[in-house]
């Protein structure tokens, strides 16, 4: 048994490309500072007294830069390539980060919070996009969830220590470890990245041409952002409400909170690079999605049939970071794989705004209910909207099913 899980192990991680192994590595050292957003909202709370109402705008202001960002930033992918993208996001957003320091005011919160996310979320589909040039077409599931395992790794050693650091020195050391970080990082890129084209599938002269069909007129593709953006409005309250719900609701210390959320992290480093090894290879990748959407609806509903206590939010960390392990990389590659070389960025572009638009909405959604319905009327909302996504994709499922039928037929 242990042999075969230690091979298992093995065959994961074998054969991915060494500039992945270095683009993971430059997106660990970034992650691992990027924690800001994940503590803003009780910073807001607890050091500058805003309201529920008041940080979900701020929230939102951050969603609204972040769609713009998705937008230009695979804009200028399919314009300047995603190199230039990618070396100017980190290293632009981490000044920022230094400046946002000194803003103490609700509006000057809010511009702020816009500029971040439009230059550090231009980063998502550049970063997206250079997944296929750096790790080649055949293994871009698998290198997609190596990326993310360096987020979310990165993620959770910058939440543990960042639960620490605010506890000990205050929120405001945050802010420099999140720019510095985004610096490092930039740098690292320079020195060790070299940008690489995408190898053509057919690259001879006389070799038929890729036709650059839009992003924008592929029905079916839309219909599944839409429901990758309904998953998305569920996603985002695990890291801008829930952080406040349980410092409210459940008493936990900044710390804890730090703690919980690296928990997710933990699992997803245990659990993620060996299992979508397993999933890739699995015909029916539409149907596993749909099981992450379930679990990320029922981490949030999980409160109110267990009650509001520290069990019931280690369960629900534990559904959410199994759907999130599930859903997120076999998403991401159906997205990539629905584009050609020609399209990358307006694809992964579209992909990113879709859970760009849901940064705006989840938080003012998300903190107004809570405010004036409280958090489990919250729950029980966002359970229904993984529950749209869910049937929605399983009508996309059969349509997909049904066109592969036809498409054997006609052969």
């Known amino acids: 048994m242990y042999q075969t899980i230690r091979q298992l192990y093995i065959d994961s991680f074998s054969g991915l490309t060494k500039d992945i192994w270095l683009l993971s590595f430059i997106t660990f ?12 909202s009780i910073y807001l709370a607890i050091e500058l007294n805003f309201s529920k109402i008041d940080i979900g705008y701020i929230m939102a202001s951050h969603g609204v830069g972040s769609v713009a960002g998705a937008f230009v930033g695979g804009w200028l992918t399919d314009k300047i ?21 000194l803003v103490k005011t609700f509006w000057m919160f809010c511009l702020m919070g ?44 910058g939440s543990a220590v960042a639960g620490i ?69 569920v996603f985002i309250q695990i890291f801008h409400v829930l952080p406040l719900f349980c410092k409210e609701e459940l008493m936990m210390s900044e710390t804890g909170v730090g703690l919980l959320l ?30 992450g959407v379930v679990l990320i609806g029922m981490s949030l509903v999980i409160f109110n049939i267990m009650g509001f206590n520290i069990y019931a939010a280690i369960v629900s960390m534990t559904l959410f970071s199994i759907g999130e392990i599930i859903n997120f990389p076999l998403s991401s590659s159906l997205a990539l ?30 903190f107004r209910i809570a405010e004036e319905y409280g958090y489990a009327v919250l729950w029980n909302f966002m359970g229904g909207l993984a529950g749209v996504a869910t049937i929605t994709l399983i009508f996309l499922r059969k349509r997909e099913q049904q066109v592969a039928v036809l498409s054997k037929q006609s052969q």
């Not at 050292?29 to 800001?36: D, E, H, K, Q, T």
């Not at 060790?192 to 690259?203: A, H």
Request: charged share 15%; glycine share 10%.
């Open 29 to 40: 050292i970034n992650r691992s500072g990027s924690v800001v957003f994940f503590f803003l």
């Open 81 to 101: 390539g995603y190199y230039r993208v990618m070396f100017w996001s980190l290293l632009l957003v981490g000044f920022l980060f230094f400046t946002l320091y």
């Open 114 to 157: 816009f500029l971040t996310s439009l230059i550090g979320d231009a980063f998502r589909p550049a970063g997206m996009a250079s997944i296929v040039a750096y790790g080649g077409k055949e293994l871009q599931t698998r290198s997609m969830s190596l990326y993310r395992l360096a987020i979310n790794l990165g993620i959770g050693l």
């Open 165 to 233: 650091l605010a506890g000990v020195f205050g929120y405001g050391v945050l802010f420099f470890v999140d720019g510095g970080t985004c610096v490092l990082a930039a740098v690292l890129f320079l020195i060790f990245m070299k940008e690489k084209k995408e190898i053509q599938e057919n690259p001879k002269d006389d070799a038929p041409k890729i036709i650059k069909h839009s992003a924008y007129k592929d029905g079916w593709y839309l219909v599944f952002v839409f429901c990758w953006f309904l998953n998305a409005m």
């Open 262 to 291: 690296s928990f997710n992290c933990v699992l997803i480093a245990i659990i993620e690079m060996p299992l979508i090894f397993i999933l890739a290879k699995k015909r029916d990748q539409m149907g596993y999605i749909i099981w």
């Open 337 to 366: 794989s629905r584009s050609n070389p020609n399209n990358r960025g307006q694809f992964m572009g579209l992909f990113s705004m879709a859970f760009s638009v849901g940064l705006i909405l989840a938080p003012l959604i998300g």
